[in-house]
């Protein structure tokens, strides 16, 4: 409770010296200041302090194949571009299907004798295929935050071998060295867990495997000094819970190691949470008796009319909600992505008993009682045009990163072998500069779009009895 106090101070401290009106007003408590700060709309700017991912980042997620497959970490870019459209964020995707944490696919280490080595020959191992994968994929991005998530190739689908863990262990914190080194801020994550279709996956030996990993990878991240992400007990916790109540359920889609849209969902909220991703989008409060808004936190309500028992208003938000794949709608109902997430609220109060229809823009969204209304509506999936609007982001995101994998996998790296270049194709090299410059303008050009789709528009709310 004393560390909670102490940290809850020094918000409020670093609030006032932001906003400079607030030095000057007086406060009961830390309680009240931060309820005052809600009710001006300031909820969403305060906590966006603790989020990992800051204004001018340049993300780059570094896995195997699961960050490969640009699910997850698609959905990690879209909530940070949507939650906070006025900041400046790149992001890339260099995973490689069959990586581990020694970048075998980059680098090549001959692994029998990486296992086998004494600790002095095995730091020169790691240090020599960590620098050279690193030197090529990641580093020349110019990174400030990496996400490494590492862990399902490296313990080779099998017990746990001591071997192979003390190799994941030194790679992993040669990682992290290299990239503070280089100036980012470095986020380890565990891998998810296993998922065969079996009633009991925590029993698995190879997620009882994955799991000393894992414990593994927090010893990593504290000796290292960057931000340990924990997303195998919370994937495994809401697996066993779907596992009890039916042996046969199968949370993830996808294979056992490679989850579909739903898993990746899971994956993400997981992930997020971890990196200090918070769920407020906006709040509306109304009070219909009262004909007046009552509270606006990261949003504004203008043009408020209250006649002939209809309410309407225009709102213009400070964000939009987190877009959800909608092949991965399944997630929500098994896990709380939306109440951890994604909060975007309507309250209103004051209301004549019955059943009342949501129009956004003149298109029907939604309908919901009195009584539901005064506890508040979480319109992020719902929302009409502004849902919409975000599904369209999502949709370039998946766009720009399928461009960028494209340019980096495909022409970056593929060598043409020499005898080729000079008895079939002698213009190689001039023709890969051209490709590679034309995929980074069509890379460039979707960023354009995105950067344009992710701001807040106004729009027109209204809200009439349902018809009987």
Same mark, same amino acid.
């Given at each position: 409770?004393?560390?909670?106090?102490?940290?809850?101070?020094?918000?409020?401290?670093?609030?006032?010296?932001? %906003?400079?009106?607030?030095? #000057?007003?007086?406060?009961?408590?830390? &309680?009240?200041?931060?309820?005052?700060? *809600?009710? =001006?709309? +300031?909820?969403?700017?305060?906590?966006?302090?603790?989020?990992?991912?800051?204004?001018?980042?340049?993300?780059?997620?570094?896995?195997?194949?699961?960050?490969?497959?640009?699910?997850?970490?698609?959905?990690?870019?879209?909530?940070?571009?949507?939650?906070?459209?006025?900041?400046?964020?790149?992001?890339?995707?260099?995973?490689?299907?069959?990586?581990?944490?020694?970048?075998?696919?980059?680098?090549?280490?001959?692994?029998?004798?990486?296992?086998?080595?004494?600790?002095?020959?095995?730091?020169?191992?790691?240090?020599?295929?960590?620098?050279?994968?690193?030197?090529?994929?990641?580093?020349?991005?110019?990174?400030?935050?990496?996400?490494?998530?590492?862990?399902?190739?490296?313990?080779?689908?099998?017990?746990?071998?001591?071997?192979? %863990?003390?190799?994941?262990? #030194?790679?992993?914190?040669?990682?992290? &060295?290299?990239?503070?080194?280089?100036? *980012?801020? =470095?986020? +380890?994550?565990?891998?998810?867990?296993?998922?065969?279709?079996?009633?009991?996956?925590?029993?698995?030996?190879?997620?009882?495997?994955?799991?000393?990993?894992?414990?593994?990878?927090?010893?990593?991240?504290?000796?290292?000094?960057?931000?340990?992400?924990?997303?195998?007990?919370?994937?495994?916790?809401?697996?066993?819970?779907?596992?009890?109540?039916?042996?046969?359920?199968?949370?993830?889609?996808?294979?056992?190691?490679?989850?579909?849209?739903?898993?990746?969902?899971?994956?993400?909220?997981?992930?997020?949470?971890?990196?200090?991703?918070?769920?407020?989008?906006?709040?509306?409060?109304?009070?219909?008796?009262?004909?007046?808004?009552?509270?606006?936190?990261?949003?504004?309500?203008?043009?408020?009319?209250?006649?002939?028992?209809?309410?309407?208003?225009?709102?213009?938000?400070?964000?939009?909600?987190?877009?959800?794949?909608?092949?991965?709608?399944?997630?929500?109902?098994?896990?709380?992505?939306?109440?951890?997430?994604?909060?975007?609220?309507?309250?209103?109060?004051?209301?004549?008993?019955?059943?009342?229809?949501?129009?956004?823009?003149?298109?029907?969204?939604?309908?919901?009682?009195?009584?539901?209304?005064?506890?508040?509506?979480?319109?992020?999936?719902?929302?009409?045009?502004?849902?919409?609007?975000?599904?369209?982001?999502?949709?370039?995101?998946?766009?720009?990163?399928?461009?960028?994998?494209?340019?980096?996998?495909?022409?970056?790296?593929?060598?043409?072998?020499?005898?080729?270049?000079?008895?079939?194709?002698?213009?190689?090299?001039?023709?890969?500069?051209?490709?590679?410059?034309?995929?980074?303008?069509?890379?460039?050009?979707?960023?354009?779009?995105?950067?344009?789709?992710?701001?807040?528009?106004?729009?027109?709310?209204?809200?009439?009895?349902?018809?009987?």
């Amino acid at each position: 409770m004393r560390q909670a106090a102490t940290d809850s101070a020094k918000k409020q401290l670093v609030l006032r010296i932001q %906003f400079p009106k607030l030095g #000057r007003m007086k406060f009961a408590s830390n &309680k009240q200041f931060f309820l005052w700060v *809600a009710t =001006v709309g +300031l909820a969403a700017r305060v906590m966006a302090a603790d989020f990992f991912i800051q204004d001018g980042d340049r993300v780059v997620f570094l896995g195997d194949s699961i960050t490969e497959q640009r699910l997850y970490t698609t959905y990690i870019e879209a909530y940070a571009l949507t939650r906070h459209p006025q900041w400046q964020l790149t992001f890339r995707n260099v995973g490689w299907g069959g990586d581990t944490a020694w970048l075998r696919q980059r680098s090549h280490p001959d692994e029998a004798k990486l296992f086998a080595a004494d600790e002095a020959a095995q730091q020169t191992m790691v240090d020599d295929a960590v620098g050279r994968g690193l030197g090529r994929d990641v580093l020349p991005l110019k990174p400030t935050v990496v996400t490494i998530d590492f862990g399902m190739n490296d313990h080779s689908y099998q017990a746990f071998r001591p071997d192979i %863990f003390g190799a994941y262990i #030194r790679s992993q914190a040669e990682l992290a &060295k290299v990239l503070k080194a280089g100036g *980012a801020r =470095v986020a +380890l994550l565990t891998p998810q867990p296993i998922e065969d279709k079996r009633p009991d996956p925590d029993q698995d030996v190879r997620n009882q495997s994955l799991r000393k990993f894992s414990d593994g990878l927090k010893d990593v991240a504290a000796k290292a000094g960057v931000t340990f992400g924990d997303q195998f007990d919370p994937y495994m916790a809401v697996m066993m819970r779907e596992r009890a109540a039916n042996p046969k359920a199968f949370i993830g889609g996808g294979d056992a190691v490679h989850p579909g849209p739903a898993g990746h969902t899971i994956m993400a909220w997981a992930i997020l949470k971890e990196l200090g991703a918070t769920a407020l989008v906006s709040r509306a409060e109304i009070d219909g008796a009262a004909k007046k808004v009552t509270a606006a936190a990261a949003c504004q309500i203008e043009k408020l009319k209250v006649a002939d028992g209809v309410i309407s208003f225009d709102r213009l938000d400070e964000a939009l909600p987190m877009p959800i794949d909608p092949a991965a709608e399944p997630a929500l109902k098994i896990a709380p992505i939306s109440d951890d997430l994604n909060r975007y609220e309507l309250r209103i109060t004051g209301l004549a008993a019955g059943n009342y229809e949501l129009s956004i823009d003149g298109e029907s969204v939604a309908k919901a009682s009195a009584e539901q209304l005064a506890k508040g509506w979480n319109l992020a999936t719902t929302a009409g045009a502004i849902t919409k609007q975000g599904q369209d982001l999502l949709k370039l995101v998946f766009q720009k990163n399928s461009i960028f994998y494209d340019r980096w996998r495909n022409f970056q790296l593929y060598s043409f072998p020499k005898w080729a270049q000079s008895v079939q194709c002698p213009e190689f090299e001039s023709r890969r500069a051209a490709e590679l410059a034309r995929l980074d303008q069509e890379v460039a050009a979707t960023e354009v779009q995105i950067e344009k789709l992710r701001k807040p528009q106004p729009h027109h709310f209204e809200l009439k009895p349902a018809a009987q």
